[in-house]
């Protein structure tokens, strides 16, 4: 069964599953059709599809009860797909799914779709599209600035997280909630409870539960419980979507991806880290960020250069130009390798070794030198970053990390000679 109703100039179908009373949406808005709906809803959508204009698909994500109509609409209607490059290869084969998923959505047959950017178009409207991992590791978020809309898929579909699938994670839930919350929307359209009037508030309380339950989960397991055991403590009720899933929905995955993701990141402080900076100069000024935590030496304001960590088969030439695209949303190019600086320091009783490798760049479009200042976004925090002179990074009081990274810019030659 399905029902239409509009909610700010968004077509909601609303998909209810009779058997299981399950729901599902699919959004139309501005000729872009948001999510396909599953196969199980079929018959009741073919006619929507075919009494209503649209341009486009965009797929917040790959799974069956979203992408379970994407074939029958392809072979039937000339329109581009789009979906995030993670979930490409997925839907270019056959879904095969569990029998309770089939039973419960569908199948989902195989379709071709073209990669989404960090925005698409609509008739009318230009949209983000935010990458939102933690559900699915192809998820995106839909956000138009103009009018404050949002579409989350199935990043909130409750304020409450009871039960989880093996293959979702906590904190990358949190991280992507956090990203969320920090745009200026005022509406959301969720892909299982529609539309959320109070949408802000609920995201909030979902940011907040789960904070709350991951932070329980690490207290017990540094008190030395076992994941079992802390699972049994937490959660004392048995849902029945645990045993009609066979377990790929379970209170216990819940538990162990936030222990895996804490063991993790504690092993990441055993060994070094590899990151890339760049030196961008204007005269004798070099744009750094200031930040206002904590450091090793106090916790006074402090300098650094814009980059950050490289990953795992990202050279540092690559990984230096992404920080700058995510951090400043600028494009730079690479003048000079100039170093290498290796730090080993304590905070908060903890001992960090990094290993920097220091590039001189500049900015690929040479007006943006002329900006006195830039927006640092990293997550869900904003710092600033300004040009500093090396007289002001020269004095005492003044504090500039990496150590030894002062006495490499003293040491630059003027004009700087580019190496091919």
């Given at each position: 069964?399905?029902?239409?109703y509009e909610k700010?100039q968004v077509?909601?179908?609303e998909?209810?599953l009779?058997?299981?009373?399950?729901?599902?949406f699919?959004?139309?808005v501005?000729g872009?059709?948001?999510d396909?709906?599953?196969?199980k809803?079929q018959?009741?959508?073919?006619a929507?599809?075919?009494?209503?204009?649209?341009?486009?698909?965009?797929l917040?994500?790959h799974?069956?009860?979203?992408?379970g109509n994407?074939?029958?609409i392809?072979?039937?209607?000339?329109?581009?797909?789009?979906?995030?490059p993670?979930?490409?290869a997925?839907?270019?084969e056959?879904?095969e799914y569990p029998?309770y998923?089939?039973?419960?959505w569908g199948n989902?047959?195989?379709?071709n779709a073209?990669?989404?950017?960090?925005?698409?178009?609509?008739?009318?409207?230009?949209?983000?599209?935010i990458?939102?991992?933690g559900?699915?590791?192809?998820?995106?978020a839909l956000f138009?600035?103009?009018?404050g809309?949002?579409?989350t898929g199935?990043?909130?579909?409750s304020?409450?997280?009871?039960v989880m699938?093996?293959t979702?994670?906590v904190?990358?839930?949190?991280?992507?909630?956090?990203?969320?919350?920090?745009?200026?929307?005022?509406?959301?359209?969720?892909?299982?409870?529609?539309?959320l009037?109070n949408g802000?508030?609920?995201?909030?309380?979902?940011l907040q539960?789960?904070?709350?339950?991951?932070?329980?989960?690490?207290?017990?397991?540094e008190?030395?419980?076992t994941?079992?055991?802390?699972n049994?403590?937490?959660?004392?009720k048995t849902y029945?979507?645990?045993?009609?899933?066979k377990?790929?929905?379970?209170?216990?995955?819940?538990v162990?991806?936030?222990?895996f993701?804490?063991i993790?990141k504690k092993?990441?402080q055993?060994?070094?880290?590899?990151?890339t900076l760049?030196?961008?100069r204007?005269?004798?000024?070099i744009?750094?960020e200031?930040?206002f935590?904590?450091?090793?030496k106090g916790?006074g304001?402090?300098?650094r250069?814009?980059?950050?960590t490289?990953?795992?088969?990202?050279?540092s030439a690559?990984?230096l130009?992404?920080e700058?695209?995510e951090?400043?949303?600028?494009?730079?190019?690479?003048?000079q390798?100039?170093?290498?600086?290796?730090?080993?320091?304590t905070?908060?009783?903890?001992?960090?070794?990094e290993?920097?490798?220091?590039y001189?760049v500049?900015?690929?479009?040479?007006?943006?030198?002329?900006?006195?200042s830039?927006?640092?976004?990293?997550?869900?925090?904003?710092?600033?970053?300004?040009?500093?002179s090396?007289?002001?990074?020269?004095?005492?009081?003044?504090?500039?990390?990496?150590d030894g990274?002062?006495?490499?810019?003293?040491q630059?030659?003027?004009?700087?000679?580019?190496?091919?």
């Amino acid at each position: 069964m399905i029902k239409v109703y509009e909610k700010e100039q968004v077509l909601c179908v609303e998909g209810i599953l009779e058997e299981t009373r399950s729901k599902v949406f699919v959004f139309l808005v501005d000729g872009m059709l948001i999510d396909t709906g599953a196969e199980k809803l079929q018959e009741e959508l073919k006619a929507f599809f075919s009494d209503h204009s649209f341009d486009q698909v965009v797929l917040t994500h790959h799974h069956e009860d979203h992408t379970g109509n994407a074939a029958w609409i392809q072979e039937h209607v000339e329109v581009p797909f789009f979906l995030h490059p993670l979930g490409l290869a997925i839907t270019e084969e056959e879904g095969e799914y569990p029998e309770y998923r089939k039973v419960t959505w569908g199948n989902r047959r195989a379709f071709n779709a073209l990669p989404l950017g960090e925005r698409i178009r609509s008739r009318s409207l230009e949209w983000q599209v935010i990458h939102t991992p933690g559900h699915a590791d192809d998820h995106v978020a839909l956000f138009h600035e103009e009018s404050g809309r949002l579409f989350t898929g199935d990043l909130f579909v409750s304020p409450k997280t009871r039960v989880m699938m093996k293959t979702e994670s906590v904190p990358l839930i949190l991280a992507s909630l956090r990203n969320l919350l920090a745009l200026p929307f005022t509406s959301v359209f969720c892909s299982h409870a529609g539309f959320l009037e109070n949408g802000r508030a609920l995201l909030e309380q979902k940011l907040q539960h789960l904070e709350k339950l991951q932070q329980a989960i690490i207290d017990l397991y540094e008190k030395g419980q076992t994941p079992g055991e802390i699972n049994q403590q937490l959660f004392q009720k048995t849902y029945p979507i645990i045993q009609f899933s066979k377990r790929e929905w379970d209170t216990i995955h819940i538990v162990t991806s936030v222990v895996f993701d804490y063991i993790s990141k504690k092993n990441q402080q055993l060994r070094p880290r590899a990151n890339t900076l760049g030196i961008l100069r204007k005269g004798n000024a070099i744009l750094l960020e200031q930040q206002f935590v904590r450091h090793s030496k106090g916790d006074g304001p402090f300098y650094r250069p814009l980059g950050g960590t490289i990953e795992m088969g990202e050279s540092s030439a690559s990984a230096l130009q992404r920080e700058f695209q995510e951090e400043i949303d600028a494009d730079i190019r690479i003048v000079q390798y100039m170093d290498v600086l290796e730090n080993i320091y304590t905070l908060n009783k903890k001992v960090f070794h990094e290993i920097s490798l220091i590039y001189e760049v500049e900015f690929a479009e040479a007006e943006q030198d002329l900006q006195e200042s830039f927006d640092v976004v990293e997550g869900n925090t904003m710092t600033l970053a300004k040009w500093v002179s090396l007289e002001e990074l020269a004095r005492e009081k003044t504090t500039l990390y990496p150590d030894g990274l002062l006495a490499l810019l003293q040491q630059l030659p003027e004009p700087v000679q580019t190496k091919i």
